[in-house]
């Protein structure tokens, strides 16, 4: 299979793009590096809280004659924009992979959801519509009325750098909103390109802008006055340590998705090669850096003795190890690899550090992914092969906590309740998903499980535009989620109006 080209061929200086125009930064420089390679590909400055301020501003002044904007017209730069983001499919999805280092194929994917953001985005006339009643008493008629708030901040994570964006942007600029966004400092290109998109689409200047940064912006945009809402992804500590308390303390909405720790249960009657092959995507796509990858498999023996539930546990335990053993790694824009490096070293021996400390308290090493093969002559710093742990407890750190990397806890359960009962102790409650044919049983997960976010045969129960992201416990903060109805009523305000006329 071929090596596809990079788009970006020479390192440049990125700038920040507020009211309408590309501005340098006063800020210090960060190296953006391809983790891949090793190779600097840009600097991001980390702008100063004033150069935030001037974007709020901006933002803030566009957002009278944004609001009264036809929401056909404002539909209309929304299909436009989309429309550029599909003549521009693959120089997006090969940014990503260069600046993050994930599969081509990985890329393609996160491109196409993005952009089925911007389509159910611009489905505003409709999505935006209120509600009225006649005669709530006796010549008296009663509406609702959805109208914009203002300006909004949205802070976008590493490891979905174009898409995660997408969740709130074109929603809030659909329904006459402003956005500041701020993407991730480690893989900012591809919100640099689609804010130039944006503009090509003919997105008025300041409702659109972005703002590169690391700590001091995000805080400056957690305590702006003039931001009304924060849209937040990143992980827990931060979600819960910082973001939704110092919004709670300005008046701010705020949707805060944190991390997660999503486990897979593989009942007595599950398919087999089907299951197999949905975990291999679900625990080492992206490298394992994902909300909704599984990272716990749980082998269920309801109905089974003890003897037949070691033996399905083994067959499982070994197909599924045969399986990672054979995916192949190396740099994404090489259409023959299937798993890329982790986004930087520094991640990747966080990630050995659990594996470590696994080893520690019990588990077996059933695939060592610190050995490792790689296809072309890369450096191996980021990369970490699939890791299999046998033999884990629910009450190891590894089954814990969010280990964001290629590793695979397997374990056992002797029946559904006691599994569910592993989901339920886990702080976190993200997604979850089983695999089963047994009817009552995948009703059973489904009503039972305190997961935002379940798969029944899915392995990554990721939620289409049209619905919302959900998540639960220490996986979010915040009361309506991104996408779908609940992003829509996030960036609105419900105005009700009751009338009578003599």
Avoid at 95 to 123: C, F, L, N, P, Y
Wanted: charged content about 20%.
């Amino acid at each position: 299979m071929a090596v596809l080209s990079e788009p970006i061929q020479e390192p440049r200086v990125l700038e920040n793009h507020i009211d309408g125009y590309w501005e340098p930064s006063e800020g210090p420089l960060r190296d953006v590096v391809n983790p891949a390679k090793l190779t600097v590909i840009g600097q991001v400055p980390l702008s100063t809280e004033a150069e935030l301020d001037r974007a709020v501003q901006a933002a803030q002044a566009a957002f009278d004659d944004w609001r009264r904007t036809p929401p056909l017209a404002r539909a209309r730069c929304l299909l436009r924009l989309r429309d550029l983001m599909e003549t521009h499919f693959e120089e997006l999805s090969r940014i990503q992979t260069q600046e993050h280092g994930k599969t081509i194929d990985e890329s393609r994917g996160e491109t196409r959801r993005g952009i089925e953001m911007v389509e159910v985005a611009a489905g505003i006339p409709s999505l935006m519509m209120g509600t009225n009643l006649e005669d709530v008493a006796a010549g008296i008629d009663e509406f609702l009325i959805r109208q914009p708030l203002g300006v909004f901040g949205i802070i976008g994570p590493y490891n979905f750098p174009f898409m995660v964006p997408l969740w709130f942007a074109p929603f809030a600029v659909a329904t006459g909103n402003c956005v500041v966004i701020k993407p991730s400092s480690e893989d900012p290109f591809s919100q640099v390109r689609v804010a130039e998109l944006a503009e090509e689409a003919g997105i008025p200047p300041g409702v659109w802008n972005v703002v590169h940064g690391g700590r001091e912006v995000v805080g400056a945009m957690l305590d702006h006055p003039d931001i009304v809402g924060i849209c937040f992804v990143g992980s827990t500590p931060v979600a819960k340590g910082v973001v939704y308390p110092r919004c709670g303390a300005t008046g701010k909405r705020v949707i805060a998705q944190g991390g997660a720790k999503n486990f897979a249960l593989v009942m007595p009657d599950a398919d087999l090669p089907h299951t197999i092959a949905a975990c291999m995507t679900s625990f080492f796509g992206n490298a394992g850096q994902r909300c909704l990858a599984n990272s716990n498999l749980v082998v269920v023996g309801e109905g089974l003795s003890e003897q037949e539930l070691d033996e399905r546990y083994q067959a499982i335990a070994e197909a599924f190890v045969a399986a990672a053993r054979g995916i192949t790694m190396g740099y994404g824009l090489d259409e023959a690899v299937q798993m890329g490096p982790l986004r930087d070293p520094g991640k990747k021996q966080g990630v050995v550090r659990h594996i470590e400390g696994a080893l520690e308290q019990g588990a077996t090493l059933l695939l060592d992914g610190r050995e490792f093969n790689l296809l072309g002559d890369l450096p191996p710093d980021a990369f970490l092969g699939p890791t299999v742990l046998g033999d884990v407890t629910p009450d190891m750190a590894v089954a814990q906590q969010e280990v964001f990397g290629p590793v695979a806890s397997l374990m056992r359960a002797r029946s559904m309740d006691e599994a569910i009962a592993m989901i339920h102790a886990n702080p976190f409650g993200n997604a979850a998903s089983i695999f089963t044919n047994n009817g009552l049983w995948a009703r059973k997960f489904r009503y039972e499980v305190r997961c935002g976010n379940i798969g029944i045969n899915i392995g990554i129960a990721a939620p289409m535009a049209f619905f919302p992201f959900s998540g639960m416990k220490d996986s979010f903060l915040g009361v309506l989620h991104g996408q779908g109805e609940d992003v829509i009523r996030f960036f609105t305000e419900s105005k009700i109006v009751i009338e009578r006329w003599f």
